[in-house]
């Protein structure tokens, strides 16, 4: 009998003792590229559904998603208003080309001006991250006539040509050399000061001092932009010590130079603010954004632009553009999510999880568990950083660990997953990211999870 549809091809070539495995599965293992893996050991779960803070695989096991996806699921699977907002637009006018205006795209760009910082009043958009960056520095070099862009060692910028290479971690060395002009500069780390500091205090002088002297060498009007997370997200959840982003904007200023805030993952609500920048009342000059501007329901990225940087691009025309840039679905989507987050208090919910659940949870789990060295966040942002030794603060995991050097995290992880919580997880840290709309009871579910699985850490540490 010949079987026609996905997976067919298989049925002919697995073994007797092989499990029965999804079409889906079949398929991916056969057909799907995955981004950053090396393919043939990749043993994906196959998401059937999800609702919420939750999904299940093909074989109804459910999960609950502390990594919110890839930190872009802010409001959730299946919000009924995403999906029937989604569904509406799409009936109407499913696609359309940036030179024309609609009505999607021009709501979704008033509504991210209304609540970008300052002054920001100007939309540009993408189709994601990576390719904000891009613009946001492209526009800064045409506006400032210069060419240098300094970035954080600690970061993530994206992963196209330009972003990767702005790109601080590890990520970046295989696409090296690329284009030039990046220059790197270390941003503050308490935990682990670059600067010996001891306090808050100190690391963020003395960051800025270190910041002064890279702007020294590299001279300063040569400068286009100084381009940071405001919270640094996969590289740690580096919350910046107050008057840190003041500090650089003030530099900036004395400079000429633009600053780029980088707000794709700290963005919209996952801070507990529109934008992370809101909490030190710091007003950037271009603002990047993607992921929780709409829940990655619709690919979805942009620019918000000062009216300076704007004014550059009146008479003279603005050299770049993209297909789908302002994809009628994709600001749909973002007009119904700034919609709740209005209508269902997301800010003050994301608030809320982080002062009175996540925070206070996991600074009780570093009580008893010799494997956490440093808990921080904010909102529904948080990093629990584990260690070998309190004391020396050696990582639980080497820099950049691979195979057996990562196997306490690998460990970890997998305990977490099998008592159905997915924690996002980086090299010694593991991330606790769930949507803004979990309630506490699933957040306090989640966290006792990862309380059991965390004795698996503490077999790794010494001390
Ligand atoms: C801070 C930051 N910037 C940029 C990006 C790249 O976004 P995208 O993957 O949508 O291109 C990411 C993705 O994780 C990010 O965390």
Redesign the pocket.
Known sequence: MTTVGPGAAHEGTRSPTEPTRSPAYVDDRRHVFHSWSAQAALDPVVVAGGDGAWFWDDAGRRYLDFSSQ??FLNLGHQHPRMVEAITEQVAVLATVAPTYANAARSEAARLIAERAPGDLDRVFFTS????A?EHAVRMARLHTGRHKVLTMYRS????TSG?IVATGDPRRWPSEPGPGGYVKFLGPYPYRSSFWSTSEDEECERALAHLDQVLMFEGPANVAAVML?PVV??NGVLVPPDGYLAGVRERCDRHGIVMIA?E??SGFGRCGEWFAVDRWGVVPDLV?F??GVNSGYVPL?GVAISPDIAATFADRPYPGGLTYSGHPLACAAAVASIGIFEDEGILARARHLGEKVIGPRLSALAEHHPSVGDVRGLGCFWAVELVKDRASREMLVPFNATGADARPMAELLAACKSRGVVPFTHFNRLHVCPPLVISDEDAHAGLDAIDEALTIADRWATA
């Open positions: 890839l930190i994601g991250g990576t390719e960056n993530y910028h994206g992963a972003s997370e997200g996969t980088d794709v993952m990047t993607a992921k990225g």
